[in-house]
């Protein structure tokens, strides 16, 4: 991690203690197995003393061949695949990656075997996708959602807020 990533997990970290002080609902805490995120959850788990559980449903949409490549790389080595493309969807024409409909699936599965109160650390790709299949919305409305690395997502009832600092604010309607 950064030392700028080290600040934000650690902002997120005081922020879900804060907003989870008062609450006596008992959370539990889901993250993807990947490097980075379990450095964001020990940090969190610093402040938020709640043991999490590695799922594979949480990782970051894979691009197969692709993982770990510029886009520069992949169009020199695979000319012509990102023709069109926009700063999201060009993840999805990896020949060997995942779909967005597969990433729609995982996402739409791991809501359904959610029964408790949940925080999630995942990914910044899936967790657009994630809020997207929460909240309904299309592809296009998914790929667009921002991704602040200050706060966190309050997902509840149909509906989305970002908590950051003193802050909280409402996802636009789909």
Same mark, same amino acid.
């Given at each position: 991690?950064?030392?700028? /990533? ?28 990947? /490097? ?6 020990? $940090? ?35 000319? +012509? ?15 060997? /990656? ?28 899936? +967790? $657009?996708?994630? $809020? ?43």
């Amino acid at each position: 991690m950064t030392s700028r /990533g080290i600040e934000q997990a650690d902002q997120v970290a005081h922020l879900l203690r804060d907003a989870l002080h008062n609450d006596d609902q008992l959370f539990q805490m889901q993250i993807s197995p990947l /490097g980075r995120v379990r450095q964001t959850a020990d $940090r969190v788990q610093a402040k938020v003393p709640l043991p999490y559980i590695e799922d594979d449903k949480l990782v970051e949409v894979t691009t197969g061949s692709w993982d770990g490549m510029t886009r520069f790389e992949i169009d020199n080595e695979f000319p +012509g695949h990102l023709d069109g493309s926009n700063a999201f969807d060009w993840y999805f024409r990896a020949p060997d /990656g995942e779909s967005f409909d597969d990433a729609c699936k995982r996402a739409t599965s791991w809501i359904s075997d959610i029964r408790h109160p949940t925080i999630v650390i995942s990914h910044g790709l899936f +967790g $657009r996708i994630l $809020r997207g299949v929460f909240l309904g919305l299309s592809k296009r409305e998914m790929l667009a959602l921002p991704v602040p690395h200050d706060g966190f997502w309050r997902l509840h009832d149909s509906s989305c807020e970002l908590v950051t600092g003193s802050t909280s604010i409402a996802a636009p309607d789909p």
